[in-house]
């Protein structure tokens, strides 16, 4: 689905990043909230987003790696359904970071684009098709893949695309599927299934470059943490082959930095509070209603569709081919549960967290987490039904709209609370 934040999402982002800056304080005279709220965000840049965004673009060029071979091997008539289950693995893998990164939405993702490059739906199979009986457009994906992503619609791109190619009605497709011979009916037309997997190479390509752009613009070249010399050489690939920016411009600081940079000359951020707000609207707040009010109400109560309606609330599922669109949901409320805790994989609090600064200065954390806990469970309750798309009447969907949107006024009364400070 095409992305686009809420208006509470924008206006804080408005607030964070266009504020003017007034030189900001010498750390030394910053009071004690302030300075916890400094260490929270100086442990959450590293323990969440650096993390999280490193083992996206790990995957992701693992992902494109394993799709080549296949392809190599599809040619040769070699390819292995084994061969598949090890590409069906990583694509998780990259999958489940991607989703777990979308509480920090609001910097590189947003300001780049690359969210809805990445992860729009529903997939456009009809034009997709078009372009897989062109042997011109499957030569040029063969031989430039990301390079002639071009030829294809940008309704075919980034995960689905590639999740399409793979799956059908929740299951990986065999080998047999994409020998050069086997025919793929898709919205009428048939498909040569080596086509296909040119195709899912090539997007793999494209989505690797934009996951190292990701890393790139937030991490920086110098920071007093052990630094990956691979984030180094990303970087160069990003801005010397792609030519994709990998630093705010008029700045010239990643992402990372800027946030870092929080109340300083250079940062667009004026103070630890706009900087804790934004993180807790634009970010968590806004995949917290994204979650409850588009990804799932969309669909939610929907009639079985016709297929060829392409408008109707049922093809507005994320994710159905693979059908795992609840796990997809519960990784949203995870990169959430992150964020606030201080940490990739955090079930507790980090000493400097932003839920331990709300808790230790008086903001009723104990109702935070109850609700933060009831929405991860109420995904837990739709995990264990099966698939979204097989259970759209579900009164654990219902329970779940309404845990995840409690979880967001809540997230919301945080953040208010953060800009009374």
Not at 33 to 61: F, R, S, T
Not at 185 to 211: H, K, N, P, R
Not at 316 to 329: A, G, L, Q
Not at 376 to 392: H, P, T
């Amino acid at each position: 689905m095409k992305k686009c934040f809420n208006l509470i999402a924008v206006a804080a982002v408005a607030v964070a990043l266009c504020a003017c800056n007034g030189g900001g304080r010498n750390p030394a005279d910053l009071s004690k909230e302030d300075a916890a709220m400094k260490a929270a965000v100086e442990q959450y840049v590293p323990g969440v987003i650096y993390d999280i965004y490193g083992k996206l673009a790990d995957n992701a060029e693992t992902l494109h790696s394993k799709l080549q071979a296949a392809k190599a091997k599809a040619k040769a008539g070699t390819l292995t359904d084994a061969d598949l289950e090890s590409v069906k693995t990583t694509f998780f893998a990259a999958r489940e970071w991607w989703e777990k990164s979308e509480a920090f939405l609001y910097g590189a993702a947003s300001a780049y684009k690359i969210d809805p490059h990445i992860d729009s739906w529903p997939l456009d199979k009809k034009a997709l098709a078009k372009s897989l009986i062109n042997a011109a457009v499957v030569e040029d994906l063969d031989e430039n893949e990301g390079g002639a992503i071009g030829l294809v619609g940008a309704d075919a791109l980034g995960f689905h695309g590639i999740e399409f190619i793979l799956f059908r009605n929740g299951v990986l497709r065999n080998a047999a599927a994409f020998k050069a011979e086997a025919m793929d009916d898709i919205s009428g037309y048939q498909v040569s299934g080596l086509s296909e997997l040119i195709f899912a190479t090539a997007i793999a390509d494209d989505l690797m470059g934009y996951c190292f752009e990701l890393q790139a613009a937030w991490d920086p070249e110098d920071y007093p943490f052990d630094y990956d010399e691979e984030v180094k050489t990303r970087r160069a690939y990003v801005e010397d082959v792609l030519e994709l920016p990998t630093a705010i411009e008029g700045s010239g600081l990643t992402f990372g930095e800027n946030l870092l940079a929080t109340a300083t000359l250079g940062s667009t951020y004026r103070a630890w509070t706009t900087a804790v707000n934004a993180i807790l609207v634009a970010g968590c707040s806004n995949i917290c209603n994204e979650v409850a009010n588009t990804k799932i109400a969309t669909a939610h109560g929907a009639a079985p569709a016709d297929p060829n309606d392409v408008d109707a609330p049922i093809n507005y599922i994320e994710s159905p081919y693979s059908k795992r669109s609840f796990i997809d949901f519960k990784d949203n409320i995870l990169s959430i549960q992150y964020s606030l805790y201080g940490k990739n994989g955090a079930t507790a609090p980090e000493k400097a967290s932003i839920f331990q600064f709300l808790s230790d200065y008086g903001f009723d954390a104990k109702t935070l987490k109850s609700k933060l806990d009831a929405a991860v469970a109420s995904l837990d309750a739709c995990i264990a039904l099966g698939a979204f798309v097989d259970n759209l009447n579900a009164a654990e969907v219902d329970a779940a709209i309404d845990a995840i949107n409690d979880l967001d006024e809540e997230l919301n009364k945080a953040a208010s609370w953060v800009l009374e400070r």
